[in-house]
């Protein structure tokens, strides 16, 4: 299987943590996403994520990922179902919902779209996908059991076992719009116990960072890399903020 994109990630990762933009194919246009994607790289991110919940499907994502080429970064599918799959995409986060009541989310989606990522020559990076507070429409719609904000151990403890089911990726997330983000102590447990396992892959954190210092304090916490969806769409001129309020640049 191939592992350019992934070797690509750890690379950048030893020289600094890194940053990923999420564009949902649902909520942005082919000419919306290239603008987004173009000042995304430019503010400093690492790697464009495609992905939502609802309402995505080819061949209008396929024409998304197309419009995406504007710079040096990998393009990386995050999908909601199978329906958020397209050979024209670089990489591929192959996720399992970690605290997902339905047993679709955990296995059976996976299986079903494994030979279909197979014939696509998708390089997939297995991810340890883990809803927190909030939830958002991830949470919703993938009928998980968002671990409570207070509970960061709970956290811990799913990221912990992601990571020892073989994820490359475990991903802390709060949600699309979350009201706040992941909690700095789910992510300092997470890290503490997955640097105890002797971990090498990547803590990646998402959903509801709207300022420098929150991603700041996340990056502290011992985060490798921050995601931001909804903040692009909304406010595209806070990123370069968040870029170095994360990465301390």
Do not use: C
């Amino acid at each position: 299987m191939k592992e350019k994109v992934w070797r690509r990630l750890k690379e950048s990762r030893r020289r600094g943590r890194l940053h990923f933009t999420l564009i949902d194919p649902n909520k942005a246009s082919a000419g919306d996403a290239s603008r987004i994607a173009r000042a995304a790289i430019d503010a400093g991110s690492d790697a464009i994520l495609v992905g939502g919940s609802l309402g995505v499907y080819e061949p209008e994502l396929g024409r998304i990922v197309d419009s995406l080429r504007v710079g040096d970064v990998p393009v990386i599918l995050f999908p909601g179902n199978i329906n958020g799959l397209t050979p024209k995409a670089d990489a591929l986060l192959f996720m399992y919902l970690m605290n997902t009541e339905d047993v679709y989310y955990a296995t059976w989606v996976q299986f079903q779209a494994a030979p279909i990522i197979l014939e696509m020559g998708l390089e997939v990076i297995p991810t340890a996908y883990v809803i927190v507070g909030h939830g958002g429409a991830a949470g919703y719609v993938g009928m998980a059991r968002p671990v409570p904000y207070d509970k960061p151990e709970l956290a811990a403890a799913h990221a912990l076992a992601g990571a020892m089911m073989g994820a490359r990726i475990v991903y802390l997330e709060a949600g699309s719009g979350a009201p706040r983000p992941v909690p700095v102590e789910a992510v300092r447990y997470s890290r503490i116990l997955l640097d105890r396992l002797g971990w090498d892959g990547l803590l990646v954190v998402g959903g509801g960072v709207r300022d420098p210092v929150a991603a700041s304090r996340l990056a502290s916490a011992g985060a490798d890399v921050l995601v931001t969806g909804t903040l692009v769409e909304e406010d595209p001129g806070s990123l370069p903020g968040i870029i170095r309020g994360f990465k301390g640049i």
